[in-house]
């Protein structure tokens, strides 16, 4: 492929500290990991492992086609059955990802001459929703609810959605859903919160935000989630009622173009589910041991399993990460665009199945690459 403004491009990108590799990961490695989004430690869970395999073993390696042609196995059913119970919706909804899901939600739910009501905190995959529903889009400050306000208030559009997620991702923050959802609900708009980062960590046993604050089951709400993170496998889910569910099933291009979850993720993560509901403790474990890394290195008490620490210069940041992992210590490197220029940072995941003396070694190690490029 002859362009030469890919070379230009990879060359400021490489300048400004913003060039990306995949990081491998090598198998039986001995690192200790918080960089991944496994919160509760189960995707390794010898019982997880063991759904996946007896997925395969009745489903095979592939869903095979679309979930309206040949992909929906029973698997599918069961796992979005149970998830709703334990989530308190009617009913669910399995996406191949996260990020489809969002989208999916999104672009059926509004369109050209609807209104989105999106805060600074929301995730890509809900920015990219918003854009490809070509809706109007209003973005207002993080957490700022008299703004979501003031904009549903002056709208002219019939139709309005307010987008955000309950925990914001880079840095563990808890958003004001209550109040997003008492203001949708007085402007007669709906409301979707994407609780991906808060299945596991946060509510009574870890049932999210949304349980938290008294939403579940709300009229009005759309909740999105994923296989991905607490649960250890992968997929997203869209949570409301029974008609939701049918609406996004006739209108969700991600779902019907898409070719279903594959068998293994869907029984890895209803194993994971039925793990978390016998031990409603895990997350006050997880919670606990972030609280005692985030004192240990000065970041703050976060809200969920987020510890975010502020390196600043995005090659500080990415000089840091190395250092950690030379050490033993796996940690995430945000830098712009997933956060704002001048806040690159590192992003470390607190796992529930990490011991005390695992979070005092990991404590000493950041804070010592912190030290290290501090002074470089």
Same mark, same amino acid.
């Given at each position: 492929?002859?362009?030469?403004?890919?070379?230009?491009?990879?060359?400021?990108?490489?300048?400004?500290?913003?060039?990306?590799?995949?990081?491998?990961?090598?198998?039986?490695?001995?690192?200790?990991?918080?960089?991944?989004?496994? $919160?509760?430690?189960?995707?390794?869970?010898?019982?997880?492992?063991?759904?996946?395999?007896?997925?395969?073993?009745?489903?095979?390696?592939?869903?095979?086609?679309?979930?309206?042609?040949?992909?929906?196995?029973?698997?599918?059913?069961?796992?979005?059955?149970?998830?709703?119970?334990?989530?308190?919706?009617?009913?669910?909804?399995?996406?191949?990802?996260? $990020?489809?899901?969002?989208?999916?939600?999104?672009?059926?739910?509004?369109?050209?001459?609807?209104?989105?009501?999106?805060?600074?905190?929301?995730?890509?995959?809900?920015?990219?929703?918003?854009?490809?529903?070509?809706?109007?889009?209003?973005?207002?400050?993080?957490?700022?609810?008299?703004?979501?306000?003031?904009?549903? /208030?002056?709208?002219?559009?019939?139709?309005?959605?307010?987008?955000?997620?309950?925990? $914001?991702?880079?840095?563990?923050?808890?958003?004001?859903?209550?109040?997003? $959802?008492?203001?949708?609900?007085?402007?007669?708009?709906?409301?979707?919160?994407?609780?991906?980062?808060?299945?596991?960590?946060?509510?009574?046993?870890?049932?999210?935000?949304?349980?938290?604050?008294?939403?579940?089951?709300?009229?009005?709400?759309?909740?999105?989630?994923?296989?991905?993170?607490?649960?250890?496998?992968?997929?997203?889910?869209?949570?409301?009622?029974?008609?939701?569910?049918?609406?996004?099933?006739?209108?969700?291009?991600?779902?019907?173009?898409?070719?279903?979850?594959?068998?293994?993720?869907?029984?890895?993560?209803?194993?994971?589910?039925?793990?978390?509901?016998?031990?409603?403790?895990?997350?006050?474990?997880?919670?606990?041991?972030?609280?005692?890394? /985030?004192?240990?290195?000065?970041?703050?008490?976060?809200?969920?399993?987020?510890?975010?620490?502020?390196?600043?210069?995005?090659?500080?940041?990415?000089?840091?990460?190395?250092?950690?992992?030379?050490?033993?210590?796996?940690?995430?490197?945000?830098?712009?665009?997933?956060?704002?220029?001048?806040?690159?940072?590192?992003?470390?995941?607190?796992?529930?199945?990490?011991?005390?003396?695992?979070?005092?070694?990991?404590?000493?190690?950041?804070?010592?690459?912190?030290?290290?490029?501090?002074?470089?």
């Amino acid at each position: 492929m002859s362009a030469p403004w890919l070379a230009d491009i990879a060359a400021r990108t490489l300048n400004a500290g913003l060039h990306r590799e995949p990081v491998v990961r090598q198998a039986g490695a001995t690192e200790i990991n918080l960089a991944s989004n496994d $919160y509760l430690g189960l995707s390794s869970h010898p019982d997880v492992i063991a759904g996946a395999h007896a997925a395969l073993d009745r489903w095979g390696a592939g869903s095979t086609a679309s979930r309206l042609v040949a992909g929906t196995t029973q698997a599918h059913i069961d796992f979005e059955n149970d998830l709703a119970e334990f989530l308190g919706f009617e009913a669910a909804l399995a996406f191949s990802s996260g $990020y489809l899901a969002n989208v999916g939600a999104i672009t059926a739910l509004v369109g050209r001459g609807d209104l989105i009501v999106s805060d600074t905190g929301a995730h890509a995959s809900l920015i990219d929703g918003c854009r490809l529903s070509r809706a109007r889009v209003e973005v207002v400050p993080r957490g700022d609810a008299d703004a979501v306000e003031r904009v549903l /208030a002056a709208r002219s559009e019939e139709r309005a959605l307010v987008v955000t997620d309950s925990i $914001y991702s880079i840095d563990g923050r808890i958003a004001p859903l209550r109040e997003y $959802y008492d203001t949708a609900t007085r402007h007669g708009a709906i409301m979707l919160a994407d609780e991906a980062h808060a299945l596991g960590v946060r509510g009574p046993g870890g049932r999210g935000v949304a349980a938290e604050q008294g939403l579940s089951g709300a009229p009005g709400l759309v909740i999105t989630t994923v296989g991905s993170k607490s649960l250890g496998a992968q997929g997203g889910i869209v949570l409301g009622t029974h008609l939701l569910r049918e609406h996004l099933i006739d209108h969700a291009r991600t779902f019907i173009f898409d070719t279903g979850l594959n068998p293994a993720a869907v029984g890895a993560a209803h194993a994971a589910l039925r793990i978390l509901r016998g031990d409603p403790q895990m997350p006050d474990r997880l919670r606990a041991g972030v609280r005692r890394l /985030a004192a240990a290195c000065g970041g703050g008490i976060p809200d969920a399993a987020v510890v975010s620490l502020i390196v600043g210069d995005p090659v500080a940041a990415v000089d840091a990460a190395a250092l950690c992992r030379e050490q033993g210590v796996f940690v995430g490197c945000f830098r712009p665009p997933s956060v704002p220029e001048g806040t690159s940072r590192l992003r470390l995941t607190v796992r529930a199945d990490l011991d005390d003396a695992d979070l005092d070694f990991v404590a000493s190690v950041v804070t010592g690459a912190l030290r290290r490029v501090e002074a470089a």
